[in-house]
């Protein structure tokens, strides 16, 4: 959620940054309320500080012999009005609350405008690959290896939906344990959350209220519960409502669950096989830092991001998002993107992003300085490290050999038994 301060001390040029994001919002209703409340406020110190004199005279009057039952009758008055008043304010915190909920994250300052047309590759590892062979998409491959059964899942599920079968299971889960040694090596906690979380969860997150249809929801369910879109939803908020000491900063987690996501709109040529699907599993990085440490944060998961596709030995770029292309709740994103050579793009494998204090504000989030004793909100960032199921089908398209074969990354062969090439089964 955005500060409400900085929204009261500049609302134009709020409004200009949040444009850059393609949210377009006059502040004017919001300023009005705030506006209200100040005087309410003022109002109701002004009668309780009435309240309070009229009280303290009470022992003089008695004392003089004075009637005090007009004293109480005046004091039950103002407290009456002062209830009154309470309950507007209770009425416009509400509604100030409602305002705010559904306006995104202000944009880092050095973001283009608009969307995916004004991202900016800003590095590149490798050179797209180029086959004396005709080669084959990773559909074709994964199918005459015997990595990949889409039929017969479509069969249990639908469509968007994949079976790793033998080879396929052990390629998919030596990946896995690839990022998971990776990320014990650098010193970051290993989590295994919940896969049913609750509202607050998504609300902490961003992605509720606004974004609720974009989940898979549970029916029937009181109180409300949804199957995680992203290992962050759940990681985000495992210090909601607590207050951390300055020392125990960074905190550093990753977490290993499967993704379950709504896909809207039909599924383009690129995003065959298993580029786009319902269900995927994931390594999610998290961390929580204090204001001065977002940016070194932010350039570690990119720098991890990036060196665990390197280690594949896969061609990858990572690209700058322009402030419309990043989701709702994050300032900055840059997306690591590998090279499909079946139809000459990149897509997306990691996107590492921060949401500065926004989720925090909206989870509680905080940590003492401890150099102030304050109070102060903590900063959240998270990146992919990695999702698989455009890792894999990268993998097995520029790995490929001539006779149909797929080279196993170095990386990837001591949690293959030593192999080093899958080969195409035999019919």
Same mark, same amino acid.
Request: hydrophobic fraction near 35%; glycine fraction near 6%; charged fraction near 30%.
């Given at each position: 959620?955005?500060?409400?301060?900085?929204?009261?001390?500049?609302?134009?040029?709020?409004?200009?940054?949040?444009?850059?994001?393609?949210?377009?919002?006059?502040?004017?209703?919001?300023?009005?309320?705030?506006?209200?409340?100040?005087?309410?406020?003022?109002?109701?110190?002004?009668?309780?500080?009435?309240?309070?004199?009229?009280?303290?005279?009470?022992?003089?009057?008695?004392?003089?012999?004075?009637?005090?039952?007009?004293?109480?009758?005046?004091?039950?008055?103002?407290?009456?009005?002062?209830?009154?008043?309470?309950?507007?304010?209770?009425?416009?915190?509400?509604?100030?609350?409602?305002?705010?909920?559904?306006?995104?994250?202000?944009?880092?300052?050095?973001?283009?405008?608009?969307?995916?047309?004004?991202?900016?590759?800003?590095?590149?590892?490798?050179?797209?690959?180029?086959?004396?062979?005709?080669?084959?998409?990773?559909?074709?491959?994964?199918?005459?290896?015997?990595?990949?059964?889409?039929?017969?899942?479509?069969?249990? =599920?639908?469509? $968007?939906?994949?079976?790793?079968?033998?080879?396929?299971?052990?390629? !998919?889960? +030596? *990946?896995? &344990? %690839?990022?998971?040694?990776?990320?014990?090596?650098?010193?970051?906690?290993?989590?295994?959350?919940?896969?049913?979380?609750?509202?607050?969860?998504?609300?902490?997150?961003?992605?509720?209220?606004?974004?609720?249809?974009?989940?898979? =929801?549970?029916? $029937?369910?009181?109180?409300?519960?949804?199957?995680?879109?992203?290992? !962050?939803? +759940? *990681?985000? &908020? %495992?210090?909601?409502?607590?207050?951390?000491?300055?020392?125990?900063?960074?905190?550093?987690?990753?977490?290993?669950?499967?993704?379950?996501?709504?896909?809207?709109?039909?599924?383009?040529?690129?995003?065959?096989?298993?580029?786009?699907?319902?269900?995927?599993?994931?390594?999610?990085?998290?961390?929580?830092?204090?204001? !001065?440490?977002?940016?070194?944060? %932010?350039?570690?998961?990119?720098?991890?991001?990036?060196?665990?596709?390197?280690?594949?030995?896969?061609?990858?770029?990572?690209?700058?998002?322009?402030?419309?292309?990043?989701?709702?709740?994050?300032?900055?994103?840059?997306?690591?993107?590998?090279?499909?050579?079946?139809?000459?793009?990149?897509?997306?494998?990691?996107?590492?992003?921060?949401?500065?204090?926004?989720?925090?504000?909206?989870?509680?989030?905080?940590?003492?300085?401890?150099?102030?004793?304050?109070?102060?909100?903590?900063?959240?960032?998270?990146?992919?490290?990695?999702?698989?199921?455009?890792?894999?089908?990268?993998?097995?398209?520029?790995?490929?050999?001539?006779?149909?074969?797929?080279?196993?990354?170095?990386?990837?062969?001591?949690?293959?038994?030593?192999?080093?090439?899958?080969?195409?089964?035999?019919?």
């Amino acid at each position: 959620m955005i500060d409400q301060k900085i929204i009261i001390e500049n609302p134009t040029l709020i409004a200009e940054k949040l444009a850059k994001k393609g949210c377009h919002v006059d502040f004017t209703p919001f300023l009005n309320m705030v506006e209200r409340r100040k005087q309410l406020l003022l109002k109701v110190e002004a009668a309780k500080a009435e309240r309070n004199k009229l009280s303290a005279s009470v022992p003089q009057v008695k004392k003089a012999g004075g009637d005090v039952n007009a004293i109480f009758a005046h004091v039950k008055e103002i407290m009456n009005e002062v209830a009154k008043d309470e309950e507007e304010l209770a009425k416009l915190e509400e509604e100030i609350k409602t305002f705010l909920m559904p306006l995104p994250n202000i944009p880092d300052d050095d973001l283009l405008p608009g969307g995916k047309e004004n991202n900016k590759t800003i590095y590149e590892y490798g050179e797209p690959q180029k086959f004396n062979f005709k080669p084959k998409n990773h559909v074709e491959l994964c199918e005459s290896c015997g990595l990949i059964d889409y039929e017969r899942a479509a069969k249990m =599920s639908g469509h $968007g939906t994949w079976v790793y079968t033998g080879l396929g299971a052990q390629l !998919e889960w +030596a *990946l896995l &344990n %690839f990022f998971i040694s990776e990320h014990l090596k650098d010193g970051y906690t290993f989590m295994l959350p919940p896969h049913i979380l609750n509202y607050e969860s998504g609300f902490v997150a961003g992605q509720f209220p606004k974004f609720i249809d974009d989940v898979f =929801s549970l029916e $029937g369910v009181s109180p409300k519960k949804f199957i995680l879109p992203t290992a !962050e939803t +759940a *990681l985000v &908020n %495992f210090h909601r409502d607590e207050i951390l000491s300055e020392d125990e900063l960074p905190k550093k987690y990753f977490a290993y669950t499967p993704c379950y996501r709504k896909e809207a709109g039909a599924y383009r040529t690129e995003e065959r096989g298993m580029i786009r699907g319902y269900q995927f599993n994931k390594i999610e990085m998290f961390q929580y830092t204090t204001e !001065e440490g977002d940016m070194p944060a %932010f350039e570690e998961l990119v720098r991890k991001a990036c060196s665990l596709v390197q280690k594949l030995g896969l061609t990858f770029r990572v690209s700058k998002l322009a402030a419309e292309d990043i989701s709702a709740s994050m300032a900055r994103t840059y997306d690591i993107e590998i090279y499909i050579p079946s139809v000459g793009i990149f897509k997306e494998v990691s996107s590492v992003s921060t949401a500065h204090d926004y989720q925090a504000r909206r989870g509680m989030i905080r940590y003492r300085d401890k150099k102030t004793n304050k109070v102060k909100f903590a900063h959240t960032l998270n990146g992919s490290g990695l999702a698989t199921s455009r890792i894999f089908p990268a993998l097995v398209e520029q790995m490929q050999q001539e006779d149909g074969s797929i080279k196993i990354p170095e990386v990837l062969r001591p949690y293959m038994g030593g192999l080093e090439y899958i080969k195409p089964i035999k019919k």
